[in-house]
């Protein structure tokens, strides 16, 4: 898949690049949100990956805004971090597609959801 990984911390960004990379997705890292809307203009994005450490409740601005637009209203959106940090109960409550708590292995957990958000996409263009 390819995937937006926002995070506002760089060692978040790094763990995330290994770990995704090493899963085969092929990642594009923004630090804040006009540097991922940025990126989503240029790349053909699959999902977006946001860490609920980024400053501002930029994750639910990003996610609101991308359900606003048409191109992006059904691009998956999965959250990784602190229940409160960003707003994350709000994103879920909003229709993020999961929550990875950072207490339980959630690069684990990410590396599952990603895999069953791919499936999904490509059963939908099997004929």
């Given at each position: 898949?390819?995937?937006?990984?926002?995070?506002?911390?760089?060692?978040?960004?790094?763990?995330?690049?290994?770990?995704?990379?090493?899963?085969?997705?092929?990642?594009?890292?923004?630090?804040?949100?006009?540097?991922?809307?940025?990126?989503l203009e240029r790349?053909?994005?699959?999902?977006?990956?946001?860490?609920?450490?980024?400053?501002?409740?930029?994750?639910?601005?990003?996610?609101?805004?991308?359900?606003?637009?048409?191109?992006?209203?059904?691009?998956?959106?999965?959250?990784?971090?602190?229940?409160?940090?960003?707003?994350?109960?709000?994103?879920?409550?909003?229709?993020?597609?999961?929550?990875?708590?950072?207490?339980?292995?959630?690069?684990?957990?990410?590396?599952?959801?990603?895999?069953?958000?791919?499936?999904k996409r490509l059963?939908?263009?099997?004929?």
């Open positions: 898949m390819n995937l937006l990984v926002m995070a506002n911390d760089p060692l978040r960004r790094a763990i995330l690049l290994q770990t995704l990379t090493s899963q085969g997705h092929t990642v594009h890292l923004a630090g804040d949100r006009a540097e991922a809307l940025s990126l790349s053909d994005i699959d999902a977006v990956v946001s860490g609920t450490d980024s400053p501002a409740a930029e994750p639910v601005q990003l996610h609101r805004l991308l359900r606003t637009q048409a191109r992006y209203s059904a691009l998956p959106f999965v959250q990784y971090g602190e229940v409160g940090g960003a707003g994350g109960k709000e994103l879920m409550r909003d229709g993020s597609v999961d929550f990875l708590l950072k207490r339980s292995d959630p690069l684990r957990r990410l590396v599952e959801v990603l895999k069953a958000q791919e499936e059963g939908g263009l099997r004929p």
